[in-house]
């Protein structure tokens, strides 16, 4: 398999415990890697043969953007459901930052990697 990645993509969302939290937007930064074969793509050099990375993020951003978790944990999985379920992805590695969630830290948060058809 091929990866096709996304890094960086910083979106603003609520997400925390604290009453703080819940009533301000903190960044997150995902860095996303993504199983497929680009080799259709390669040979048609058509965007419809391949995971259109634009598409992803802007779901993403749009998902991400009205969400209100309170744990990194649940919406790490939330994004990998949407990657595989609506994108066919078969692999996906997440890295989720949120930054300035711990005095001291460049960042903190989860990496996760899911599989199509994997039950949590």
Known sequence: ??????RDLKIDTVIGIY?????????????????????????SDAIEDT?????VSKRLIQFV????????????ERICEIVISEFQVPWVRLCLNKKGAVRF????????????GEDA
């Open 105 to 116: 830290a460049d960042g903190v948060g989860v990496i996760i990697e899911r599989r199509a």
């Open 19 to 43: 009453d703080w939290e819940r009533r301000i937007k903190q960044t997150v930064s995902l860095d996303l890697e993504m199983a497929t074969d680009i080799r259709k793509a390669a040979a």
């Open 65 to 76: 953007g009205e969400s209100q978790f309170q744990l990194v944990e649940t919406l790490a």
């Open 1 to 6: 398999m091929d990866i096709i990645y996304l």
């Open 51 to 55: 995971l259109d990375y634009k598409a």
